[in-house]
């Protein structure tokens, strides 16, 4: 939208290098829609009457009301495109939107700061929490299986190895209060052994290799058996267990070549000290491990993997330990909580507020101008009294509000810890959104204006080119799925396909996806070469070379426009660029109501037709 400081005579004409071309007038392109319909069964305007005679008629015959309306609709629309610092410079009104805008990203960036680094321990702790129980319960785990690319998957491959996999977690297990370094217990009043319960799904039938056939009786079923708490916690005699012998005598029976999985479950507490104050208070977990040994691809080994969830529940505390400073500095973060969502809903407030009077001033717009001139203005143009910097501040402080009631729960220890991934996304997206709504204050400056223009301008463009670019870049993903799959650790899924040709096109070390190919075919070896040779031609230096001329050529066009100035577009800045009267108004249901308008515009109308006919004489 062209601001009415930036509209001026001068640039109705295109100051090129070559000649001076002369615009059409911008006053003939908001009354051409009034005069044709006018005059497309009359006669007065046949014989050659030019519309600049039209127009000094209208100045003419107009009446002081009508030109009165027109400058009151001016100075709204004047008053409303202005930018604050012309607001403050015309009007004196302080910019309340912009100095609220500022306390509450300093608010909020604090805020994000400092559960950034709570939400870092939290996440660390449960983390090597679960690195210490695979330690503990599985044998021979070792950290090596988490990096990548993994030596190899955490397998057992023989039934002796499954039974003693899992005897070695039943016996860590009803030991680990004595022997893991960590607070770890029971989930029992009388810290007994909690059973165990060991579960299998497998398929109802026989597979028999020798002769290929297979026999299915019926679809995968479950079937679970608890393992009692035969001893106590830490008794010798579990050393005897024998998971073989149990299912044997528990009469529970399993076939390996129709097992699709078997799941141990386990139960246990645990408590995290940390530094006993009001800040750093200690939290209590029941866990639930479940060790999961997997068979659903038939392929000669079962994966294992532990996974860990956790509940809170409210620890009893009995401590004499107290830090008044950490107790105030608790009290602090709670009250920037609650500056955050205060100063977040008062910057909603006026911000729905602004969007209200553009809201208003476009109905009164549209309205102006049907009834002056007969003119509909496009839903393109009333977008213009939307101003969607303030949907995006809004969308930040709603997130931004939510985001900081649920830490606030969080820090009174009303919420469980897994609701600090969830608080973490609502401050990260809100404080980023808000860091975003910063860029429309820089567009009061020239230079930063013409970035900002460069990007919402060439925004269509690029998400045209992105729709192709697109389109092309999943052909790639796959075509190289299908191939590659097979051979390469990257290519496993078509998600893994899409991330790891996405970092290719980053720059990721080529030289490892070329070296992890296993394949012994050659036409694959040679495929896996071509395709990826040429994805990154295409890609990189055809693909994002593209793209970068697309924003290139509109700042350029941007530039250009700074540089030698540009015609009015819209309907409104045509209005506003006008300085000559502008033509009488159109009927309206008040006239029709109102005699006395009605007849007036009649004599009006009379006078004009007397004035064109008295040129059609002379001529």
Request: proline content about 4%; glycine content about 4%; hydrophobic content about 40%.
């Amino acid at each position: 939208m062209v601001t009415p400081n930036d509209v001026n005579h001068d640039r109705f004409y295109d100051k090129g290098p070559e000649k001076d071309v002369l615009y059409e007038s911008p006053y003939i392109e908001i009354s051409s829609d009034s005069f044709r319909r006018q005059s497309t069964n009359s006669s007065l305007f046949d014989g050659g009457i030019s519309v600049n005679s039209f127009l000094e008629e209208a100045e003419i015959v107009s009446s002081d009301d009508t030109t009165k309306v027109n400058q009151e609709m001016k100075k709204k629309l004047t008053s409303f495109f202005m930018n604050p610092i012309e607001k403050w410079k015309h009007r004196r009104r302080f910019p309340w939107k912009l100095c609220i805008q500022i306390i509450c990203i300093c608010l909020a960036t604090t805020q994000l700061i400092l559960f950034g680094q709570r939400s870092f321990g939290y996440m660390q702790q449960h983390s090597d929490m679960t690195t210490a129980l695979s330690q503990i319960l599985l044998k021979d785990w070792t950290a090596d299986v988490s990096v990548y690319p993994p030596n190899g998957p955490y397998a057992v491959y023989t039934i002796p190895d499954f039974y003693e996999h899992i005897d070695q977690v039943i016996k860590q297990y009803a030991k680990i209060s004595s022997i893991a370094i960590g607070s770890f217990g029971y989930d029992d009043s009388d810290d007994k052994v909690t059973p165990m319960a060991f579960c299998t799904k497998q398929y109802d039938g026989q597979i028999f290799a020798g002769n290929l056939s297979i026999q299915i009786n019926n679809l995968p079923e479950e079937r679970c058996v608890t393992i009692p708490s035969l001893y106590p916690g830490g008794d010798p005699l579990w050393e005897n267990f024998s998971m073989s012998s149990f299912l044997e005598k528990s009469n529970y029976t399993f076939n390996f070549r129709t097992l699709i999985n078997a799941k141990l479950k386990l139960k246990l507490k645990t408590i995290f000290i940390k530094s006993l104050n009001r800040l750093d208070f200690p939290e209590c977990y029941r866990l639930k491990v479940l060790v999961k040994y997997d068979n659903s691809e038939h392929d000669g080994q079962l994966l294992i993997t532990l996974k860990l969830y956790s509940e809170k529940f409210v620890c009893h505390v009995n401590s004499n330990v107290i830090d008044q400073g950490e107790t105030t500095y608790f009290m602090l973060r709670q009250l920037l909580n609650s500056f955050v969502i205060v100063f977040s809903m008062m910057s909603m407030i006026l911000c729905l507020r602004s969007l209200r009077s553009g809201y208003m001033l476009a109905k009164e717009t549209t309205s102006f101008f049907k009834q002056y001139y007969q003119k509909d203005i496009p839903f393109s143009e009333i977008l213009d009294f939307i101003d969607f910097w303030y949907v995006n501040i809004v969308a930040s402080n709603v997130l931004l509000a939510i985001g900081s009631l649920v830490k606030m729960q969080i820090e009174e220890r009303s919420a469980e810890g897994s609701e600090y991934a969830k608080c973490s996304i609502l401050l990260g997206v809100g404080n980023l959104f808000m860091w975003i709504g910063i860029l429309r204050y820089l567009r009061f400056f020239k230079k930063y204006n013409m970035l900002i223009l460069t990007m919402k301008t060439a925004l269509p463009n690029v998400l045209r080119f992105l729709i192709c670019a697109v389109l092309l870049f999943v052909g790639c993903c796959f075509c190289s799925w299908i191939v590659l799959s097979p051979f390469h650790m990257k290519f496993r899924t078509l998600s893994r396909t899409m991330e790891c040709l996405f970092a290719i096109m980053n720059g990721d070390d080529m030289f490892a996806t070329f070296a992890l190919l296993d394949t012994h075919l050659d036409f694959v070896w040679w495929y896996s070469r071509i395709f990826l040779y040429a994805f990154l031609i295409v890609f990189i230096y055809v693909v994002v070379s593209l793209f970068i001329s697309v924003i290139m050529d509109t700042f350029e066009s941007i530039k250009r426009l700074y540089v030698f100035g540009g015609k009015p577009r819209t309907t409104v800045e045509i209005f506003l660029a006008l300085e000559c009267p502008l033509p009488i108004g159109s009927p309206s249901p008040q006239d029709h109501e109102n005699n006395i308008n009605y007849f007036w515009r009649v004599w009006n109308w009379l006078k004009h037709a007397r004035f064109v006919l008295r040129n059609r004489e002379s001529i």
